[in-house]
């Protein structure tokens, strides 16, 4: 098939170099948790943990059996959505990597990142507003157009498809769950009503593609795909919830537990 | 609010129940909702199958509405349960105004669901291919009942706060 063609052209040079960036990334956090545990307290084991999790399963959806069954079948491209939007930024967002980047590096380039986190741009693009509408306003850009289909037959489309559904994961997920220092902490209520919304975007776009298959998409494919986006959706979702819910009820204890 | 006690430790539970009822309140109504949305998901959805995923008659509205109740219910489950902790470890839990609560928020979501979402939307129907009325009635008088005995429990609870601020005032 015509697409085929293409993306396994892409494919003789993008999976070796994915392969070196995964063993970049995992090798490059474990060395900076090291390091920043001799000089300061020692670097939880979870969040390396987490991490190595967070990064396998977002490479788990670009490279290997997923990835390649996933242009095929639509049901196997909405797992590999759900392990590279969904579970990988919730394991890398656990996995606290800006501040171990603030503990690893040295003062001036930590001032200088962290002067970066507070700059006006990305103060807008982590606003859970502006953070649910790049990712279900995204989601819905790519299913209910004919972005789907043609991200089929362009190799350049198809990773910044990709790409995308990545950062809009992660960062959706980093404005809702406070684990990294957030320079303008806004209200759980806030979180939670945008996050309400975003979830119910999610589960009216799941329907939709089961009434409407997205271009190219087959209808048996389309329903199959479309539950599977609702129900695993909550689940994962259900996790966010129980973080987001238990933070608030840590952040509420009263005054004289303290006292105890 | 006036009642609004500044230290915690001197209060009798009377008067924390009195203190947190509002939150009693919505700990229960938010309960109530996502206890009766997760009997109809688990019950009707997945083990009757009598009510459907997608019906092809359902209108772009029904998705939205359908799309924003289960969003709240699956969002008000936990954090319910979250707030009615929370109320445990302050000690102002009140059993009366919290199932006064649960029986408001499940009520309500019946009652919606049954008419606004099946019969106005058209989102779908209770049970497919037999006829409907037996089970629409029972489907909608008891959420009505259940919303009756929850506002009736509510101004139960309601009225002996008022007691309480009453008495209050005439002791100082």
Not at chain 1, 56 to 77: E, W
Not at chain 1, 225 to 230: I, T
């Amino acid at each position: 098939m015509h697409s085929d063609g293409h993306l396994h052209d892409g494919g003789t040079w993008f999976e070796p170099m994915l392969l070196v960036s995964i063993a970049f990334f995992i090798v490059i956090y474990i060395g900076a948790a090291a390091y920043s545990g001799r000089r300061f307290k020692k670097w939880p084991a979870s969040r390396t943990l987490f991490w190595i999790l967070g990064v396998m399963s977002g490479a788990s959806a670009l490279v290997g059996p997923i990835a390649d069954r996933a242009h095929m079948d639509f049901t196997v491209h909405m797992v590999g959505h759900l392990l590279l939007g969904m579970i990988a930024p919730i394991f890398l967002v656990l996995a606290a990597p800006i501040t171990l980047a603030l503990r690893t590096l040295d003062v001036q380039s930590a001032r200088r990142l962290s002067g970066i986190l507070k700059s006006w741009p990305l103060r807008i693009l982590s606003n859970p507003i502006s953070a649910s509408i790049l990712n279900i306003g995204g989601l819905w850009v790519l299913y209910a157009t004919g972005l789907y289909g043609a991200m089929q037959h362009h190799i350049i489309l198809h990773a910044l498809v990709h790409f995308h559904v990545f950062a809009a994961g992660y960062l959706f997920t980093a404005s809702m769950i406070y684990i990294d220092p957030v320079p303008h902490p806004l209200s759980f209520k806030f979180r939670m009503i945008v996050f309400a919304l975003s979830l119910a975007g999610h589960d009216i776009l799941s329907k939709y593609i089961y009434a409407h298959p997205p271009s190219g998409v087959l209808k048996e494919q389309a329903e199959s795909g479309g539950m599977l986006m609702y129900y695993a959706g909550d689940a994962v979702d259900l996790v966010l919830i129980l973080i987001l819910c238990y933070q608030w009820f840590k952040a509420t204890r009263p005054r004289e537990s303290l006292a105890v | 609010m006036e009642f609004k006690p500044r230290n915690h430790k001197d209060l009798s539970i009377t008067e924390k129940r009195y203190a947190y009822s509002a939150r009693n309140l919505w700990s229960g109504i938010l309960f109530g909702i996502g206890l009766i949305a997760f009997i109809d998901e688990a019950i009707f959805h997945q083990l009757l199958h009598w009510h459907h995923f997608y019906d092809k008659s359902t209108s772009n509205i029904g998705l939205i509405s359908d799309g924003l109740f289960h969003a709240l219910s699956w969002f008000a489950t936990v954090g319910s349960l979250f707030m009615f902790a929370d109320l445990r470890r302050r000690k102002g839990f009140w059993l009366k105004r919290w199932t006064g609560g649960v029986l408001l928020g499940a009520g309500f979501f019946q009652l919606y669901d049954g008419i606004v979402q099946h019969k106005l939307m058209g989102l779908h129907q209770i049970r497919y291919n037999v006829d409907i009325r037996p089970y629409d009635l029972i489907w909608n008088i008891t959420a009505a009942t259940m919303i009756l005995i929850g506002i009736v429990l509510i101004i139960q609870t309601r009225r002996s706060i008022l007691n309480v601020k009453a008495d209050n005032r005439h002791a100082q």
